[in-house]
């Protein structure tokens, strides 16, 4: 078993659980059972890793999502999205709001139901992601570096519209996407309407050739409300069912 690397059958033999495979008279359905431990095993240690490699801030689900509160988006059309067929299409998805809405919720739900399913998954912040090819610059490593962001079958690049971008920074992100174009699927967020991002990259033709390339096989999504995060604290007691101080 060692010399096969058959981890999770090992595992069963030195703790004393070999009884789980006892009342098959059946060798061949025997040899069923004890591969198909070993099967689970492997997919639940290389589930695992794509969770570790996704560095999902944490975990969320669309079973976790109030779509009762965020009436602006329909669940139907997010659980159909959760089949992932866009993904196995290289296409985008774009969620824009306020801060506080359900962005990065819905962004990350659907990036778990991928890592779930095989799929190869990288979370990243918008800052993050500049950061790291402006670090690249420094030891020579740029091309490798903007490979490795392609290299995924999601990308998700959450809260762009926090930092404006420079010029290079704005190149930067270009190359991005356009390295994502019809290759890869993109899950991006952010709080500024398309109208603004002339604002926030360096050069208004970047922003059109980023915006084109993003859209053209994309699923948009505009998020409204109040932020989640706040409402509880600006809310009245009143507002929650308590008694109005002056009824009258």
Same mark, same amino acid.
């Given at each position: 078993?060692?010399?096969?690397?058959?981890?999770? +059958? &090992?595992?069963?033999?030195?703790?004393?659980?070999?009884?789980?495979?006892?009342?098959?008279?059946?060798?061949?359905?025997?040899?069923?059972?004890?591969a198909?431990?070993?099967?689970?095993a &492997?997919?639940?240690?290389?589930?695992?890793?794509?969770?570790?490699?996704? &560095?999902? !801030? $944490? +975990? %969320?689900?669309?079973? #976790?999502?109030?779509?009762?509160?965020? %009436?602006? /988006?329909?669940?139907?059309?997010?659980?159909?999205?959760?089949?992932?067929?866009? +993904?196995?299409?290289a296409?985008?998805?774009?969620?824009?709001?306020? !801060?506080?809405?359900?962005?990065?919720?819905?962004?990350? *739900?659907?990036?778990?139901?991928?890592?779930?399913?095989?799929?190869? /998954?990288?979370?990243?912040? *918008?800052?993050?992601?500049?950061?790291?090819?402006?670090?690249?610059?420094? #030891?020579?490593?740029?091309?490798?570096?903007?490979?490795?962001?392609?290299k995924? #079958?999601?990308?998700?690049?959450?809260?762009?519209?926090?930092? @404006?971008?420079?010029?290079? *920074?704005?190149? =930067?992100?270009?190359?991005? +996407?356009?390295?994502?174009?019809?290759?890869?699927? /993109?899950?991006?967020?952010?709080?500024?309407?398309?109208?603004?991002?002339?604002?926030?990259f360096? #050069? *208004?033709? /970047?922003?059109?050739?980023?915006? $084109?390339?993003?859209?053209? =096989?994309?699923?948009?999504?505009?998020?409204?409300?109040?932020?989640?995060?706040?409402?509880?604290?600006? @809310?009245? !007691?009143?507002?929650?069912?308590?008694?109005? !101080?002056?009824?009258?």
């Amino acid at each position: 078993m060692k010399r096969l690397k058959l981890r999770r +059958i &090992r595992e069963i033999l030195e703790s004393g659980e070999e009884e789980v495979f006892s009342g098959y008279s059946d060798p061949v359905e025997l040899i069923f059972q004890v591969a198909q431990r070993e099967v689970l095993a &492997r997919e639940e240690t290389q589930r695992q890793r794509r969770f570790h490699r996704a &560095r999902f !801030p $944490d +975990i %969320k689900t669309l079973d #976790d999502f109030d779509f009762s509160v965020q %009436k602006s /988006v329909e669940e139907s059309t997010l659980q159909e999205l959760a089949q992932l067929d866009f +993904i196995d299409r290289a296409e985008n998805v774009v969620f824009l709001g306020p !801060p506080g809405v359900g962005k990065t919720h819905l962004a990350i *739900a659907l990036g778990v139901a991928a890592a779930d399913r095989g799929h190869d /998954v990288l979370f990243c912040r *918008a800052e993050e992601l500049v950061d790291d090819l402006y670090a690249s610059l420094a #030891d020579g490593t740029f091309k490798r570096v903007l490979g490795r962001y392609g290299k995924h #079958d999601l990308l998700i690049i959450d809260e762009l519209g926090f930092l @404006d971008l420079d010029r290079t *920074a704005s190149n =930067h992100f270009f190359q991005v +996407i356009n390295q994502a174009y019809e290759q890869q699927s /993109v899950i991006l967020t952010s709080n500024r309407p398309f109208q603004e991002w002339a604002a926030l990259f360096d #050069d *208004a033709v /970047v922003v059109s050739a980023i915006l $084109d390339r993003l859209l053209h =096989h994309a699923h948009l999504f505009n998020l409204k409300g109040q932020s989640y995060r706040l409402k509880d604290k600006f @809310d009245p !007691p009143w507002a929650q069912g308590g008694e109005h !101080p002056n009824p009258g």
